[in-house]
């Protein structure tokens, strides 16, 4: 379970997404993520709280309140596996010519297929956006 933090203050700098808040005796770095739009960046002197998961360095804020009170929830990815298709990239290999052996094995941003080709048994890596990316020959 990832840790959360809150931290209100005033912005006393924007590093494009993120903003470096100073409150309370402390200064704290917040990240908005790359998809905010920029009108709805706080700009430096405005007072604001974050809220979010709290990482070694900064806060991943999920919910931003400005001094008004105008509350902007900020959706972040989900953490984990993409969102690659384990049939469809067992068939993108099929059609590469190889003969699948075994299940897809899961990876961050891949699926690792073993398949055979031509005699010869290869692990063959299958990426989210759908492209064979990796093919390794496995020794006998």
Do not use: Q
């Not at 402390?26 to 002197?45: F, Q, Y």
């Not at 007072?47 to 900020?74: F, H, N, P, Q, Y």
């Amino acid at each position: 379970m990832p840790k959360t933090a809150t931290a209100t203050g005033i912005v006393w700098a924007v590093f494009g997404h993120r903003l470096a808040l100073e409150g309370n005796g402390t200064r704290s770095l917040a990240d908005l993520g790359p998809k905010i739009a920029t009108e709805e960046m706080p700009t430096v002197g405005e007072t604001v709280t974050v809220e979010g998961e709290l990482t070694l360095c900064e806060i991943k804020v999920s919910r931003l309140v400005l001094a008004d009170g105008t509350v902007r929830i900020i959706a972040r990815p989900e953490k984990g596996h993409g969102k690659g298709d384990p049939d469809a990239a067992a068939r993108l290999v099929r059609d590469a010519g190889y003969r699948v052996e075994g299940p897809p094995i899961r990876k961050p941003r891949h699926f690792e297929i073993r398949g055979i080709r031509d005699g010869a048994t290869f692990e063959v890596h299958v990426h989210d956006d759908g492209g064979i990316r990796k093919e390794k020959r496995i020794a006998a």
